[in-house]
């Protein structure tokens, strides 16, 4: 049983094997009904009309419009080739053939387009699947983070006024402040490590970097609790990248992953949302009493957290123009061809603002970001002039409710006050209708703006 919807989409043969499959089954038929009566092989004076609609029909169903409609032609131009081979002319029998044709190519293009329209349809839902998908798979990360951060801090001491959220949120800024140049796990892997090994009471592990072509590299291992031989093609790191989710002895035994003498307690994949695997921790030690399922749960909840920050880090707000552009353009075609809508959202800022004040507004906006949500800065002599944030699959009417909520959030901050007032939002529908280009250069309108006050 299909337990994906992606298991569920129709995957459509190589083209040329659908041009052929289609000619075999436009061609097949009037071969069976030349072997039934070679005096009639299309079986037009027996009753049986409708043997030249079965290939436009099948073909329609299977491959969708064009192809359909392509084996209704050839249909039509096998009966006229019958007609001259057996009677002379091409329309012979006009009369008669005539509604026929007209009907196999009624045929080919209504199972035609019923196909596309329900694939269109399963890929439209596809892409919602996958979007909220993202979010629910966001939305669990912080519950389980919060879970256990509230855990702890009921089992620590009362004097202690830092939990795990503080503490990743530390580690966080210092990951944010690296340039885009700086490799962020060189420039703090040690700390990444040693935060890590903290609060899951690790002894001893690597952190092990992953390249773009998700394989490990052991020359920028990073060491906690002392160095220790390992094989770096252990069974149990190769699962990891393979499974992209955190493999220990338990869950190595059950797969009947080879372990024996096996230095590794567990391994844990950096991996963000994206299920893109940054880097693996490797574990070879930690105290037996912690070696428990909800140890281990913590353990992956933090490697997912830690795969988005440096998700994150690599990946920023402020991209590049083109990297904009094909956002943008993504979700101009899935509004194209599937009708999803989506909300570029525009925040003008006055000349009156701070380069602070601007600033902490940009940090506000990022915090309110969820997990398909992202946002740039555009900058007019090193000076920002507006924020875009891009909302996939919001309606125009969630405007309001988002305007407002970042309103009250403006208004709170003790660094803006009436600065407020010189705020500006607007926003510009993604309905397919403009271009990617367009809606990045395109003035939007008064009547769908809205100002902070």
Same mark, same amino acid.
Not at 1 to 20: F, V
């Given at each position: 049983? $299909?337990? %994906?919807?992606?298991?569920?989409?129709?995957?459509?043969?190589?083209?040329?094997?659908?041009?052929?499959e289609a000619l075999v089954i436009t061609l097949a038929l009037?071969?069976?009904?030349?072997?039934?009566?070679?005096?009639?092989?299309?079986?037009?004076? !027996?009753?049986?009309?409708?043997?030249?609609?079965?290939?436009?029909?099948?073909? *329609?169903?299977?491959?969708?419009?064009?192809?359909?409609?392509?084996?209704?032609?050839? !249909? =039509?131009?096998?009966?006229?080739?019958?007609?001259?081979?057996?009677?002379?002319?091409?329309?012979?029998?006009?009369?008669?053939?005539?509604?026929?044709?007209?009907?196999?190519?009624?045929?080919?293009?209504?199972?035609?387009?019923?196909?596309?329209?329900?694939?269109?349809?399963?890929?439209?839902?596809?892409?919602?699947?996958?979007?909220?998908?993202?979010?629910?798979?966001?939305?669990?990360?912080?519950?389980?983070?919060?879970?256990?951060?509230?855990?702890?801090?009921?089992?620590?001491?009362?004097?202690?006024?830092?939990?795990?959220?503080?503490?990743?949120?530390?580690?966080?800024?210092?990951?944010?402040?690296?340039? !885009? %140049?700086?490799? /962020?796990?060189?420039?703090? *892997?040690?700390? #990444?490590?040693?935060?890590?090994?903290?609060? @899951?009471?690790?002894?001893?592990? =690597?952190?092990?970097?992953?390249?773009?072509?998700?394989?490990?590299?052991?020359?920028?291992?990073?060491?906690? *609790? *002392?160095?220790?031989?390992?094989?770096?093609?252990?069974?149990?790191?190769?699962?990891?990248?393979?499974?992209?989710?955190?493999?220990?002895?338990?869950?190595?035994?059950?797969?009947?992953?080879?372990?024996?003498?096996? /230095?590794?307690?567990? =391994?844990?994949?950096?991996?963000?949302?994206?299920?893109?695997?940054?880097?693996?921790?490797?574990?070879?030690?930690?105290?037996?009493?912690?070696?428990?399922?909800?140890? #281990?749960?913590?353990?992956?909840?933090?490697?997912?957290?830690?795969?988005?920050?440096?998700?994150?880090?690599?990946?920023?707000?402020?991209?590049?123009?083109?990297?904009?552009?094909?956002?943008?353009?993504?979700?101009?075609?899935?509004?194209?061809?599937?009708?999803?809508?989506?909300?570029?959202?525009?925040?003008?800022?006055?000349?009156?603002?701070?380069?602070?004040?601007?600033?902490?507004?940009?940090?506000?906006?990022?915090?309110?970001?969820?997990?398909?949500?992202?946002?740039?800065?555009?900058?007019?002599?090193?000076?920002?002039?507006?924020?875009?944030?891009?909302?996939? #699959?919001?309606?125009?009417? @969630?405007?309001?409710?988002? !305007?407002?909520?970042?309103?009250?959030?403006?208004?709170?901050?003790?660094?803006?006050?009436?600065?407020?007032?010189?705020?500006?939002?607007?926003?510009?529908?993604?309905?397919?209708?403009?271009? $990617?280009?367009?809606?990045?250069?395109? %003035?939007? %309108?008064?009547?769908?703006?809205?100002?902070?006050?």
């Open positions: 049983m $299909a337990t %994906h919807i992606d298991e569920l989409q129709p995957a459509l043969a190589p083209r040329w094997l659908r041009y052929l009037p071969v069976i009904g030349w072997i039934i009566n070679p005096n009639d092989p299309l079986l037009l004076g !027996s009753g049986l009309t409708w043997l030249l609609a079965i290939a436009p029909l099948l073909v *329609g169903m299977r491959y969708g419009f064009a192809m359909g409609f392509s084996s209704a032609l050839i !249909s =039509v131009a096998i009966m006229g080739l019958e007609g001259f081979w057996y009677h002379g002319e091409l329309l012979a029998e006009r009369a008669q053939r005539l509604p026929i044709a007209i009907a196999l190519i009624l045929v080919g293009m209504v199972a035609g387009e019923m196909a596309d329209v329900w694939r269109r349809r399963l890929q439209q839902m596809a892409i919602l699947h996958r979007a909220q998908s993202t979010r629910l798979e966001e939305f669990v990360r912080h519950y389980q983070l919060l879970r256990v951060s509230h855990d702890q801090l009921a089992e620590r001491l009362a004097a202690n006024p830092f939990t795990l959220r503080d503490a990743l949120r530390a580690l966080e800024e210092k990951f944010l402040s690296l340039s !885009s %140049h700086q490799d /962020p796990l060189a420039q703090h *892997g040690s700390e #990444l490590l040693n935060f890590l090994a903290l609060h @899951a009471r690790i002894q001893q592990a =690597v952190l092990l970097p992953v390249d773009h072509q998700q394989r490990l590299v052991p020359q920028a291992a990073i060491w906690f *609790g *002392g160095e220790k031989a390992l094989d770096w093609h252990d069974p149990m790191l190769t699962a990891c990248l393979e499974q992209r989710r955190m493999i220990c002895l338990k869950s190595a035994m059950t797969q009947g992953i080879n372990i024996d003498n096996a /230095p590794l307690l567990a =391994v844990v994949p950096l991996i963000d949302v994206e299920e893109q695997i940054h880097a693996v921790v490797a574990v070879t030690a930690m105290p037996f009493i912690d070696f428990h399922r909800g140890h #281990l749960h913590l353990l992956a909840v933090l490697g997912a957290q830690l795969g988005d920050m440096l998700q994150h880090t690599q990946h920023p707000g402020q991209g590049n123009s083109g990297d904009q552009r094909a956002l943008v353009a993504q979700w101009v075609r899935h509004a194209r061809e599937h009708q999803l809508t989506s909300l570029l959202v525009t925040i003008d800022f006055s000349q009156q603002l701070s380069d602070a004040q601007i600033q902490l507004i940009i940090d506000n906006v990022a915090h309110q970001q969820r997990g398909l949500d992202r946002s740039w800065v555009v900058r007019q002599a090193d000076h920002p002039q507006h924020l875009y944030v891009l909302l996939p #699959l919001t309606q125009p009417r @969630a405007f309001a409710i988002y !305007s407002e909520r970042l309103q009250e959030i403006f208004a709170s901050e003790p660094g803006l006050g009436e600065a407020c007032q010189a705020i500006r939002l607007s926003y510009q529908v993604i309905d397919g209708r403009l271009s $990617a280009k367009k809606l990045l250069s395109r %003035h939007v %309108h008064a009547e769908v703006s809205h100002a902070t006050s």
